[in-house]
Every structure is written in structure tokens, then in C-alpha cells.
């Protein structure tokens, strides 16, 4: 059994704040751990922008705290994101996310990530394993 707290990874390698300044995530449960899924807490701050598009990966999100718009690249659509709203990024979506307030949501990722991927030019994460 593991236990461990969002403070308790504050400040550590699993504790990744982006370049670009729009977002940070804490990484609770990495692929090191292998159980099949990484599950993080990500904020995205409000009045950015953050386009995003997970080819190796399936993303889940709950959000609970905060609103923002999600926009599907591929055909335009809208929607508004809320507490208590979950979006599943189930078809590798390429999407924009535009936080009003400070977002603050937890993810799931299949496969796993390490915690050293970092987006690319299309918002893309590599798909890395414990022993690249």
C-alpha cells in the first residue's frame, strides 16, 4: 500500500511547473510505480492559453476547482468546464484549454507517465518508459 499527499511532492522532481508558465502539475502516482496509470493534480492558471494533444496517451480529467473553456481543435466545439465536470480526451483530441479562474483538476494517464515528459511543438507528449 502506498500513501502519500500532494505536499508531500511539493518542490520534488514530481513536481513539474511548465516553461510556459500557464500550468503546473503534481505527479502522485508515476509509471515507476507500476500500476498502469499516472494520476496527477494540474492547475492552469487563469487567462492562458494551453493548446494540448496526447498521440500516446489517454487523458481523463476531473476538474474541481475553477472554470475554463475547452475548445476540440478538430471540429470547433466549445465547451465549458466546471467543478464536478470530467472530459476524456478517449480519441487523442487535440484541444485548447482557456482557464477563466485558476483550473485546478485531477488527471489520469494511460499508459503511465514517467514525469519526465515535456510537451513538444504540437502540444505533444513523447510516449517514454521507466527505461528510456
Given at each position: 500500500m502506498l500513501i502519500r499527499s500532494f505536499k508531500d511532492i511539493e518542490g520534488t522532481d514530481?513536481?513539474?511547473?511548465a516553461e510556459s508558465g500557464t500550468w503546473e502539475s503534481?505527479?502522485?502516482v508515476l509509471a515507476k510505480e507500476k500500476v498502469g496509470f499516472s494520476l496527477h493534480e494540474t492547475i492552469m492558471y487563469a487567462g492562458t492559453e494551453t493548446t494540448m494533444h496526447y498521440a500516446n496517451?489517454?487523458?481523463?480529467?476531473?476538474?474541481?476547482e475553477g472554470?475554463?473553456?475547452?475548445?476540440?481543435?478538430?471540429?470547433?466545439e466549445k465547451h465549458w468546464i466546471t467543478p464536478g465536470?470530467?472530459?476524456?480526451l478517449n480519441n487523442h483530441d487535440l484541444h485548447t484549454m482557456r482557464?477563466?479562474?485558476d483550473f485546478r483538476c485531477v488527471c489520469v494517464f494511460n499508459p503511465p507517465v514517467?514525469?519526465?515528459e515535456e510537451h513538444d511543438e504540437n502540444?505533444?507528449?513523447?510516449?517514454l518508459t521507466e527505461e528510456d
Open positions: 514530481r513536481h513539474i511547473v503534481k505527479r502522485i496517451h489517454i487523458e481523463a480529467v476531473l476538474c474541481v472554470e475554463a473553456e475547452l475548445t476540440d481543435e478538430a471540429t470547433g465536470t470530467m472530459y476524456l482557464p477563466k479562474t514517467t514525469g519526465r502540444g505533444v507528449y513523447p510516449l
